[in-house]
């Protein structure tokens, strides 16, 4: 059953600390996605990957965040230093670039931060 | 003006009645998804579509790309289908997102 695979699913930190999530696309897809999901603002794209290379971080604040893809079965997000504004759901996607560009979510990571 | 409206904003039903979401988006398009995001909050995507109308259950999307307009209709619902439906168009790669309509079926 191939699936997103995203960790840690929750994470409380206090103002000023690094976070780092994690993603784990499912095997074959060359497309990966991150999204962060708010009440007030729905969800918004971040940044995306294609065959590990970032094709758009627009949507990215570039001074504290930053996305990589170390290899093809892993991609990072990582907020240096965190503030209590970024506190939100953080979801990974990842498709096949032309097999219809369907997108399948992972379950998220839900971040506080104090 | 939001890209992409959704409505009605939340909608609640009894279980069997005939539901329709509506979305409407003001850009080019190459595709447009619906995506059902459940209380736990896993998002699960359900319809894929640039054309025409798709029907999988009880679960109907059709789009109009001329009025620029999509509709998610479910068909006898069910207290299972209480969620938040999401409409997002996809303009290049990219995907933009509506809103989302809380729907709540009662038994």
């Known amino acids: 059953d191939a699936r997103v695979t995203q960790t840690p699913r929750h994470k409380v930190t206090e103002m000023g600390q690094e976070v780092t999530m994690r993603c784990q696309p499912i095997?074959?897809?060359?497309?990966v996605f991150w999204y962060r999901q708010t009440m007030m603002q729905g969800l918004e794209l971040l940044a995306y990957?294609?065959?590990?290379?970032?094709?758009?971080d627009s949507g990215m604040p570039k001074d504290r965040f930053s996305a990589e893809m170390p290899d093809a079965t892993l991609a990072t997000l990582k907020i240096q230093p965190s503030e209590p504004r970024d506190s939100a759901v953080y979801f990974c996607?990842?498709?096949?670039?032309?097999?219809?560009?369907?997108?399948?979510f992972g379950p998220g990571t839900r971040l506080t931060v104090l | 003006k939001n890209e992409v409206e959704q409505s009605p904003q939340n909608l609640t039903a009894q279980e069997g009645e005939f539901i329709t979401i509506n979305c409407s988006y003001s850009?080019?398009?190459?595709?447009l998804h619906w995506l059902q995001q459940h209380p736990g909050g896993g998002i699960v995507s359900l319809f894929m579509?640039?054309?025409g109308k798709k029907k999988h259950g009880r679960l109907i999307a059709t789009i109009n790309i001329q009025e620029k307009h999509s509709s998610l209709h479910i068909t006898a619902s069910h207290p299972r289908d209480s969620a938040v439906y999401i409409c997002?168009?996809?303009?290049?790669?990219?995907?933009?997102f509506g809103t989302g309509t809380r729907l709540q079926v009662f038994p």
């Open positions: 996607a990842s498709g096949l670039r032309g097999q219809g560009n369907e997108q399948f």
């Open positions: 095997l074959g897809h060359n497309t």
């Open positions: 990957f294609r065959n590990r290379a970032p094709l758009d």
């Open positions: 850009v080019g398009i190459s595709a």
């Open positions: 579509l640039s054309s």
């Open positions: 997002a168009v996809r303009v290049a790669d990219k995907l933009i």
